[in-house]
């Protein structure tokens, strides 16, 4: 009998929590629209509310501040098309198009940010699971990584903007929200009928906003009952158990703070995509950095942003581990990838 497939690939997506289905599916039930005046329309009102009241607290901000959008992506379009910010080549492609990229970025990871008030920076790298010191007063910050993994408060944050997504976090695909510091003024770029405010029209997308709260509710539980505490010894006994078999493997940002779930490996010589497909014929899910490239496989730009050359950066591979991920799966990770870097090793040989 062949073994159950292991998903180790949480940073692309989290599989939907069964909370969040549940919340779905009786939100699919509902008649009303959101802006409707009749009972109904209330109704829809009030999920929509208490879904966007979840989001806040798990967020640290207030309940107003939290615009809903079509996803991560959106958001960052939102807050950043046409101000012309700075920003760093490690940024998600959804970000960088928007900025100048013009911010440095040390060996570790680390993004120097001198004018906050014109600058954006992310939380948490999607690809090294790096973390980054935020500063007071930053315009825009994408906390699309980070939001569900650590503790997050907007508003003790002094930060303009900040963009999530709730597949991120074991919602659905295709909903996500801008945080908006109250009072900020903003042009919206989708217009028409005036909802969130008249940030962004359009019939609000019930079913998946349902979803989002509650899977950020759950998200916040797992932070504040130490969930990511195991999640991160998981982590460390993959690394560790790595470390030994494979001398010559780069383990991407050990030494400074990073998201308790991500081990990024570099392994000169061995193609990334070469990796990912031999661990998916093992049964592991695991990627070659960002998964937002339309399949696209090619070398990891904040790796080299970080100092390594394109080669060595074209063989990385992302292992992101969730909060249902097993220890005997991390092993068996193990196992199945130091056998194929024996038999990688004995080629090059």
């Known amino acids: ?21 549940a919340a779905m599916i009786e939100a699919m039930d509902m008649v009303g629209n959101p802006s409707s005046v009749h009972a109904e329309g209330r109704a829809a009102k009030a999920l929509m509310e208490r879904a966007r009241a979840q989001i806040a607290q798990a967020a640290g901000a207030q309940a107003a501040d939290i615009v809903f959008v079509s996803g991560a992506t959106e958001a960052a379009a939102l807050a950043l098309a046409g101000r012309g910010l700075h920003g760093a080549a490690i940024e ?24 906050p008030a014109a600058s954006t920076l992310q ?36 930060i303009d903007m900040a963009l999530i997504s ?17 009072g900020l003024d903003m042009t919206a770029r989708i217009r028409g009928g005036g909802q969130e405010m008249g940030r962004r ?28 505490d195991r999640v991160e010894k998981l982590r460390n006994i993959l690394e560790k158990t790595l470390e030994p078999r494979a001398k010559e493997t780069i383990f991407v940002g050990q030494g400074v703070p990073r998201l308790p779930n991500t081990s990024c490996l570099v392994t000169p010589g061995w193609k990334g995509e070469t990796q990912v497909m031999q661990m998916d014929l093992a049964g592991f ?65």
């Open 1 to 21: 009998m062949s073994r159950a497939r292991v998903y180790l690939d949480h940073n692309a997506t989290m599989p939907l929590r069964a909370e969040a289905r």
């Open 92 to 115: 998600h492609d959804a970000v960088r198009v928007w900025v100048a990229e013009d911010l440095p970025v040390s060996p570790d990871g680390a993004v120097a940010v001198t004018e």
């Open 123 to 158: 939380a948490a790298n999607s690809e090294t699971g790096i973390l980054q010191d935020l500063p007071e007063g930053l315009a825009v910050s994408d906390w699309t990584q980070a939001f569900g993994k650590l503790p997050m408060a907007f508003d003790w944050s002094g």
């Open 166 to 182: 709730a597949h991120k976090i074991g919602g659905p695909k295709g909903i996500g929200a801008l945080i908006l510091r109250r």
């Open 201 to 228: 029209s359009g019939t609000e997308n019930l079913i998946g906003i349902a979803g989002f709260g509650v899977a950020a509710q759950a998200s916040l539980q797992d932070v504040e009952n130490g969930t990511w």
């Open 285 to 349: 899910a695991i990627s070659a950095g960002s998964a937002c490239s339309s399949g696209k496989v090619r070398s990891s730009d904040v790796l080299t942003a970080m100092g390594l050359d394109e080669k060595a950066a074209a063989c990385a591979i992302r292992v992101s581990l969730g909060p249902d991920t097993t220890e005997a799966e991390v092993r068996a990770f193990a196992e199945a990838w130091g056998a194929a870097h024996d038999r990688f090793r004995a080629r090059a040989a």
